[in-house]
């Protein structure tokens, strides 16, 4: 087992991507955090892990509120002795022209993904390096890390913001053999995606599937949306790496979408 006896803190962990690599590192031997928004949740997905004779706990977190984000990596550490991975996923999207996009909006989808990546951060670093024992720090970035879409100003500004804070992670932490890296998927078919089909439809005036096979896959090899599994392979992958020879990257999962 790649992550035997190691601790990972997952945030929106109850579902998506999310809960597949939560479940794919208890699967791997770590103590896992199912962090998230949604506590009700959070505490079945735990449970389904415990189950199965896997360790792991569940933690409420709004991760743009301090005080939550701190409080539920202390209750972390309190039971698991300490943090080895750090798994920044949550995140939420909103469909709008830059012209009619509210500025609640905007700062709503900057919270998620930027506060909430920098606040869950700072509490785990502050124990790794305590600790000494190094540690990885991983960010669900997109394609939208790397390139821009119509429609999501503060989706792709957030997702590009997470490439530069990894890298100042890799550079501040490499003292303390911390590790940070960007996943940067492609569409995959949560249900955060399978919300957005119908609100993009609307705001381009074509069809659902016009959407899917136009719109999101059209610059795939294939045809294929990315799935779960797929991106919970890579962060094993990243979490499981055992040097700094692999920090400050980010690595896109895209069946073909965007190449590099």
């Known amino acids: 087992m790649r992550l035997k006896g190691k601790v990972a803190i997952v945030t929106g962990a109850a579902s998506g991507i999310g809960k597949e690599i939560a479940e794919k590192f208890a699967y791997e031997g770590a103590k896992v ?11 079945i997905a735990a449970k389904a ?25 202390a209750k972390a550490i309190s039971a698991y002795g300490g943090v080895d991975i750090l798994v920044s996923d949550a995140g939420t999207q909103f469909i709008s022209s ?35 024992k190094g540690g ?28 530069g804070l990894c890298e100042v992670v890799a550079k501040e932490g ?5 590790r940070a890296n ?22 381009l ?3 659902e599937e016009d959407v899917i096979k136009k719109v999101m896959l059209k610059d795939t090899v294939d045809g294929e949306f990315t799935t779960t599994a797929d ?3 890579v962060a094993l992958f990243f979490a499981s790496f055992d040097s700094n020879a692999l920090t400050g990257q980010s690595l896109i999962v895209s069946h073909g979408w965007r190449m590099q």
């Open 33 to 43: 955090v199912i962090a998230d928004l949604d506590g009700n949740k959070a505490e």
């Open 136 to 163: 990885s720090i991983i960010y669900m970035g997109s394609v939208h890390s790397k390139e821009a879409s119509p429609l999501k100003a503060p989706y792709v500004t957030a997702k590009h913001g997470l490439i």
């Open 98 to 132: 830059i012209v009619d996009l509210p500025f609640d909006e905007w700062k709503r989808l900057l919270a998620t993904h930027l506060d909430g990546a920098f606040l869950t951060t700072r509490a785990c670093l502050k124990n790794m390096y305590k600790r000494g």
């Open 49 to 73: 892990l415990q189950k199965s004779n896997h360790e792991a706990m569940a933690v409420e977190m709004d991760v743009t509120k301090e005080e939550q984000v701190e409080a539920g990596v």
């Open 205 to 207: 005036g074509i069809s």
């Open 174 to 178: 490499a003292e303390h053999k911390v």
């Open 231 to 233: 991106v919970a392979d």
């Open 182 to 203: 960007v996943i940067c998927p492609g569409y995959v078919h949560t249900s955060l995606v399978e919300k957005q089909i119908p609100n993009e439809a609307k705001d």
